[in-house]
């Protein structure tokens, strides 16, 4: 197991089954990373896509095997109905289904982790399927079918549902171009789309209001995409076989790995010179138009793209080249068919060949070596979760996801996605150092951790409830106070830790229930005042004092304030999805 895999997608679905046993409640927040920060809204959460409910009953290495295997053979069986429906034979489609499944792009995928990525290789082909049999049709049953599709898509990888949608267009209109009488009949087509967004608006709007608060509109003040090729030879090699690239299988980098395989290539060729006119135009516009895309910096209109938006928000050009595989290997299908009429033993012999390509390329991909992670030893997390009453911090990202997860440990730090603007320009604030706005998958960024040696700001800490912090290396901060070390590791206690919940003159309140989307704090009569909540502002969440809404606010400082008055009793947060969506101001019934 590797990358994004422990790094990102484990531990989610370690702490979605971790709340839904010990609170009864599916998780909308993250407590356990980055001071507190939305897991609702967050495009790759796990706690809305179904067939996750595997990991309630299985260990989590086991769910995340069982959901790859499921996800790669519905997608082989979705590549052999749709190349039967595009008149291929049965050695034909069972020949595109093999090659679909052992594709580079998928191993890619496995190797870095990218879970998602992976779980959307097994909806792509009934996404095309269905709208092929839409166009041909007309019927609502196919109609379901597409959105039904693209609903899976989206809540497994949003950047390819947006590609996959807008690519079901052209696909539509080309094969209603083959019935005059039906080219502007979308009718059915328009309703597959109004209920693809019924079937997720509610998320999709979600989605859409906290992205203006993270960080991904880093990406649009310093336009960048990925990967970055050293001119086009070096994009022709990777295109075709890895062994051309001078890093080589195991050394590439993953957005570089879009390897289509010499001998689907060359089956694909023969398939492509017998297409009629007007498919062999359709194709080759396809594979011009992905060439352009996916060179990102050595393409003729990189500069052109930049300027686009919605293309640097998409921040990897070859995310585009799952067309490119499946066009491919569809065309490598079409000429083994032709090819085996005439010459059975040489298409065979090529069909092999291409079969044993992709399962070497990719076999040696996901076998590689994996890169030890410098993560302290068990004694240390054990240590922490016996001894802390606040969060923890390590000042090099020596913290294992899973492992905080496991020992229920919350941290400061973390990797995602997206990460909330007000607490990525506050955070640089506490680890007493600057990064720009440069869009970053973690706090602190990568960029900041090989530069330099962290020495944190305790009081600045303190305010964000951090009561130890961990160091491979000695802290100057006098308020930080050495108290034991294991192994390598320096463990420092925070003098300056105010608490999770603290008035501005130091008093706290006493806080009787805390699960991932329910806060409560008890006062005695004579507490009052500004109280602070040490967790990130974010929306969504409501405050009821006794019974009655009232306001949080964002301190300086991104944290929550609720004014407390005299003689209050309890103070109740809660966080909801109908908070989120509407900002409801009906009162919480206790």
Partial sequence: MRGDLTGFFWPLAAYAKQSIYDYGQIPLWNRYMLGGTPLATDPQAPIFYLPNILHLIFPAGAAFLILYILHILIGAVGMYFLAKYLKLNKYAATLTAILYCLSPNLSRYVDAGHVGLVYTWGYLPFVYLATLK???????????????????????????????????????????????????????????????????????????????????????????????????????????????????????????????????????????????????????????????????????????????????????????????????????????????????????????AAVLELGLISGVRIARPVAQEANVPESVYEY??????????????????????????????????????????????????????????SIPPFFILSSEQLQPHALYLGEYAVDYVVSPHELTDPNLVLETQIDNYLIYKNILNKGYAYFENGDTPKSIWLSPNRLVYEFSGDQSGKLTLAEVYSPGWKAYLDGKQVVITETAEALRSVDISRGSKKLVLVYKLKYMLFHSETVFKQ
């Fill in 384 to 441: 922490l979760a016996t001894n802390t009453k606040g969060r923890v911090f390590c000042t090099t990202k020596c913290f294992s996801p899973i492992k905080v997860v496991e020992h229920k440990l919350e941290t400061i730090e973390g990797y995602s996605t997206l990460i909330q603007k007000n607490y990525w320009r506050r955070a640089f604030v506490m680890m007493n150092t600057n990064w720009p706005d440069k869009y970053s998958l």
């Fill in 134 to 352: 839409l166009a041909d049709t007309q019927k609502n049953k196919h109609a379901i079918y597409l959105a039904i599709s693209l609903s899976g898509l989206f809540y497994t990888h949003t950047v390819t549902f947006a590609i996959s949608a807008i690519s079901t267009l052209p696909l539509y209109l080309i094969k209603l171009a083959q019935n005059r009488s039906k080219l502007f009949a979308l009718r059915q087509y328009v309703l597959s789309a109004m209920l693809t967004f019924g079937l997720i608006a509610p998320i999709l709007v979600l989605q859409l209001r906290w992205q203006s608060q993270t960080n991904r509109g880093f990406l649009l003040a310093n336009p960048e995409t990925f990967p970055i090729w050293h001119g086009k030879l070096q994009f022709l090699a990777a295109s075709i076989n890895p062994l051309f690239h001078p890093d080589g299988i195991t050394n590439i980098d993953t957005e570089k790995f879009i390897a289509l395989g010499m001998g689907v290539l060359l089956l694909a060729f023969v398939g492509y010179i017998k297409l009629k006119s007007k498919l062999k135009i359709y194709f080759t516009v396809l594979f011009f138009v992905l060439a352009l895309i996916s060179l990102n910096n050595a393409s003729p209109v990189y500069n052109l793209f930049l300027k686009i938006d919605y293309f640097v928000l998409f921040r990897v050009a070859t995310r585009f080249w799952f067309l490119a595989t499946i066009a491919s290997v569809l065309l490598a299908a079409y000429g083994y068919q032709l090819l085996s009429k005439k010459h059975k033993y040489l298409a065979n012999t090529l069909a092999m």
